[in-house]
T-cell receptor, first 115, second 111 residues
Framework: SAVISQKPSRDICQRGTSLTIQCQVD?????MFWYRQQPGQSLTLIAT?????????ESGFVIDKFPISRPNLTFSTLTVSNMSPEDSSIYLC????????????FGPGTRLLVL | QKEVEQDPGPLSVPEGAIVSLNCTYS??????FMWYRQYSRKGPELLMY????GNKEDGRFTAQVDKSSKYISLFIRDSQPSDSATYLC???????????FGRGTSLIVHP
């Protein structure tokens, strides 16, 4: 599996501000995803980051709130915009194996606290 | 009813015990079944991956899938304090479908 890193690992932000999370993979991958993990909850898929085109968002998530970029096959960013305390969560970047396997691998996560 | 149900625990066991972690699901189209381990302040790490029904063993870990009952299990033998983590089940229809995750079960193995 590819090695995935995320920056920042954690942050504390004020409401109304925005934070951009970076995800770097050490090899080219076909599919990259962004998840949110709230305490006691399952992983919730925010969107699929498509290389060279607009991200595909899941129900309940919109581009204005969570703009995503994917300029190449190894890098993606997720921005959490106009933050409120409800956005406090762990945000995880994930990749799907390029060999068409069914498994996904995750980065270490970004822990966000919004005050 | 959620597609995947998993008891959040916590499950507390003594060192050396056999641990059984379980998930039930409602979608009969699921074909691929996975277990992830997530340590505190870390991302989920793929532990076991099984296709369709049957058992798969890897060291102290055994994954079991019973598609007729829509029930999957992860067994940990000779549990160690280092096994203390949250275990998430995940399952997928395959192809372009994204896996559906359970809530995770918190496991505590005390010395």
């Amino acid at each position: 599996s590819a090695v995935i890193s995320q920056k920042p690992s954690r942050d504390i932000c004020q409401r109304g501000t925005s934070l951009t999370i970076q995800c770097q993979v050490d090899s080219q991958v076909t599919m990259m995803f962004w998840y949110r993990q709230q305490p006691g909850q399952s992983l919730t898929l925010i969107a699929t980051a498509n290389q060279g085109s607009e991200a595909t968002y899941e129900s309940g998530f919109v581009i204005d709130k969570f703009p995503i970029s994917r300029p190449n096959l190894t890098f993606s960013t997720l921005t959490v915009s106009n933050m409120s305390p409800e956005d406090s969560s762990i945000y995880l970047c994930s990749e799907r194996t390029s060999d068409g396997g069914e498994t996904q691998y995750f980065g270490p996560g970004t822990r966000l606290l919004v005050l | 009813q959620k597609e995947v149900e998993q008891d959040p625990g916590p499950l507390s066991v003594p060192e050396g015990a056999i641990v059984s972690l379980n998930c039930t699901y409602s979608n009969s189209a699921f074909q691929y079944f996975m277990w992830y381990r997530q340590y505190s302040r870390k991302g989920p790490e793929l532990l076991m991956y099984t296709y369709s029904s049957g058992n798969k063993e890897d060291g102290r870990f055994t994954a079991q899938v019973d598609k007729s009952s829509k029930y999957i299990s992860l067994f940990i033998r000779d549990s160690q304090p280092s096994d203390s983590a949250t275990y998430l089940c995940a399952m997928s229809r395959g192809g372009s479908y994204i896996p559906t995750f359970g809530r995770g079960t918190s496991l505590i193995v005390h010395p």
